[in-house]
């Protein structure tokens, strides 16, 4: 099955890949790389999801906001695939950023959000190595963000 019949199927409408607001690109490939710059946690009508994780989410919350982090990934892999996601031919690695008070322990099970995302769409092609870790900020104060390392065909 598809990616994009896949994500129609769990009824996952994937955002616009927007242009970064520094100075960076949102994308790079090198060789058969596809490397994504960190995304940040934004919801369904684009607004920042905002905040420090375990003070103003809970750990579920969080989770959740690393997923609509996976899904600005997969916008940006298919913006530079062409809109082809077909050429994704595996992810590499995710490595997640959570905003997290001092005493909070659980930037795994977040970051899981953005982990499980990724396999359920891409299947055992989204199997991949990962880092989660925990931030005292991030950009523009949101709870999460997300980069991505992809092979490409």
């Not at 994504?36 to 946690?41: A, K, L, N, P, R």
């Not at 899904?71 to 082809?84: E, F, P, R, V």
């Not at 989660?132 to 991505?148: F, I, K, M, R």
């Amino acid at each position: 099955m598809s990616v994009d019949k896949k994500l129609n199927e769990m009824g996952l409408i994937l955002p616009k890949a927007t242009d970064p607001v520094g100075s960076y690109v949102a994308t790079k490939i090198s060789g058969n790389l596809l490397y994504i710059s960190g995304q940040i946690s934004i919801d369904a009508d684009g607004q920042l999801i905002k905040g420090k994780v375990g003070k103003d989410f809970n750990t579920e919350q969080a989770y959740k906001a690393a997923q609509r982090c996976a899904l600005n990934i997969i916008a940006q892999a298919k913006k530079a695939c062409s809109d082809d996601l077909s050429r994704i031919k595996s992810c590499v690695k995710l490595t997640g950023f959570v905003n997290s008070t001092d005493d909070f322990i659980e930037q795994p099970k977040v970051v899981n959000g953005a982990s499980d995302l990724i396999k359920d769409v891409f299947g055992d092609n989204g199997a991949h190595t990962r880092a989660a870790v925990s931030t005292n900020s991030l950009p523009l104060g949101v709870a999460v963000e997300v980069e991505a390392i992809f092979e490409i065909k």
